[in-house]
């Protein structure tokens, strides 16, 4: 297993329930597909750097794991096909 890390923003309109849904259903993905997640850290509505679909703020999470590369490109897809992301990057982290 390889580590990762992941940040994506999630729009800031979002209710806390409709977060809550959206972090752990990414957590799923990661454990479902034999991985482990060492952090997951909210890290809260922030500013956004420039503007994104229109929005000035998001709701930035962190999350490192380990994993296969079959999780991360489950958790992309995924990510690509939800409007509530409205950014995300992963990082195969060097050991």
Known sequence: MRQYEVMYVLRPD??????????ARYSEVVTNYGGEITKLQEMG?????????????????LMNFKAN???VAEAERLMKINDDVIRFMFVREEQ
């Not at 979002?14 to 972090?23: C, R």
């Not at 509505?45 to 930035?60: C, M, P, T």
Request: proline share 3%; net charge positive.
């Open 14 to 23: 979002l209710e806390e329930e409709k977060v809550k849904s959206n972090v």
């Open 45 to 61: 509505k922030r500013r956004l750097a420039y503007e994104i679909q229109k929005f000035r703020e998001g709701y930035y999470v």
């Open 69 to 71: 590369p079959d999780a």
